[in-house]
């Protein structure tokens, strides 16, 4: 059963996709049917740039085992790192 329901939010980073790298500036995340892969239903992500047109999307469909393990592997890398490494706040005061 599809939930229609989609997370939507504000992007900072940037995706490699058909075209190239382009800067990610909006995600997706829902569970439906997927386009591409084997199972009756996935966890989807979708990575965009609508100002950049339709090329600048990244596309995941994962198992709900598998994005389950992605966010795990997430927290744990950025557990593992300083904090604020990566943040966006710190950006200014590396350049």
Same mark, same amino acid.
């Given at each position: 059963?599809? /939930?229609?329901?989609t997370? $939507? %939010?504000?992007?900072? @980073?940037?995706? $490699?996709?058909?075209? @190239?790298w382009? &800067?990610? /500036?909006? @995600?997706?995340?829902?569970?439906d049917? *997927?386009?591409?892969?084997?199972?009756?239903? /996935?966890? !989807?992500?979708?990575? &965009? !740039? *609508?100002?950049e047109? +339709?090329? =600048?999307?990244?596309? %995941?469909e994962? /198992?709900?085992?598998?994005?389950? #393990?992605?966010?795990? =592997? %997430? !927290?744990?890398?950025?557990?593992?790192? +300083? *904090? @604020?490494?990566a943040? #966006?706040?710190?950006r200014?005061?590396?350049?």
């Amino acid at each position: 059963m599809c /939930t229609y329901l989609t997370e $939507k %939010i504000r992007m900072d @980073g940037a995706a $490699k996709g058909a075209s @190239g790298w382009f &800067t990610v /500036t909006d @995600g997706m995340v829902y569970v439906d049917h *997927p386009y591409h892969a084997c199972q009756e239903h /996935t966890v !989807n992500i979708d990575l &965009t !740039n *609508p100002a950049e047109g +339709p090329s =600048a999307r990244v596309a %995941i469909e994962l /198992t709900e085992e598998a994005a389950l #393990a992605l966010v795990d =592997a %997430i !927290n744990k890398a950025l557990a593992a790192a +300083p *904090p @604020g490494l990566a943040s #966006a706040a710190g950006r200014s005061a590396s350049l």
